[in-house]
């Protein structure tokens, strides 16, 4: 059992869990992620790693509530436990060598992903500018915690609510027509706005890392449901990625498999609507 040390609502779609996981909380780096079942009779939900500390031996997870099992996950409180978590699985995000100025574009609960790399790359000595988006004030997340691993945070909503109005799109061809020489980009949230990135960045031949949240079961490339198509080639998020070059995924591709269930996750909503 695994239990949760602390938790935190960030909005209230959005929780924030600190697990007691010592073997995970050794090893782990950001870029990835693990694999929790609530009980034994649950389903099998992939999360990246938010932060961790490896003297406490604890792991922080955030995590949207969008289904069954993130709302019960989301209902539990510190003392409470989970069953199963493991990890860390996938590759570490690889920064090459060479890299002193990096770009973090993370977009909604995608921000909590971006952080882990935002917070390495500052205590490496990088020069770090983050851009983080959302749909309106009320939603936004981690705005401290950024602010604390950057040189300069830029904050955007759709709506104008809060920051600059806008996509992050929008703030990252502003920063580059200003002038500013990234090495790198590396760009976390929803499909759209990791492929407008990389259509931003591509003609500056900036390199563009990409982490990408296909359907996922097992976690160990048993099951090829995490597929997408890199470079022309089939390749495993869950054992290849989940980072890969932002200029060379098929998108297309990864949107229409990451609706293929939709029907069905749209009647489960349903249902747990009218039992509530």
């Not at 935190?8 to 079942?37: C, W, Y």
Request: glycine share 10%; aromatic share 8%.
């Amino acid at each position: 059992m695994f239990p949760i040390i602390e938790k935190t609502v960030l909005n209230p779609s959005v929780v924030k869990i600190k697990l007691d996981a010592p073997l995970i909380a050794k090893k782990v780096l950001p870029g990835q992620f693990i694999i929790f079942r609530i009980d034994e009779y649950g389903e099998r939900v992939p999360l990246t790693v938010a932060d961790y500390d490896r003297e406490a031996g604890t792991i922080t997870l955030i995590f949207q509530i969008v289904g069954h099992t993130t709302e019960r996950l989301a209902a539990l409180n510190a003392g409470d436990s989970i069953l199963d978590l493991v990890g860390p699985l996938g590759v570490a995000t690889e920064i090459p060598e060479g890299v002193e100025s990096v770009c973090v574009v993370g977009g909604g609960v995608g921000c909590a992903i971006a952080y882990p790399q935002a917070k390495q790359l500052f205590h490496m000595g990088k020069k770090v500018d983050v851009i983080a988006g959302f749909r309106s004030k009320d939603i936004v997340i981690l705005e401290d915690e950024f602010r604390q691993c950057s040189d300069n945070l830029f904050l955007c909503t759709d709506d104008g609510t809060y920051g600059q109005k806008g996509f992050v799109t929008n703030v990252l061809q502003e920063q580059i027509d200003a002038g500013k020489k990234y090495d790198m980009v590396i760009a976390i949230g929803p499909i759209p706005m990791m492929k407008f990135v990389s259509k931003v960045t591509e003609p500056y031949a900036i390199p563009t890392i990409v982490s990408l949240n296909p359907i996922m079961v097992d976690g160990t490339g048993m099951c090829g449901g995490c597929r997408v198509t890199v470079d022309g080639q089939i390749r495993y998020a869950c054992v290849d990625g989940p980072d890969f070059d932002g200029h060379k995924v098929d998108y297309d591709e990864l949107m229409r498999r990451g609706g293929t269930y939709r029907e069905q996750e749209h009647a489960c909503k349903m249902m747990n609507a009218e039992v509530k």
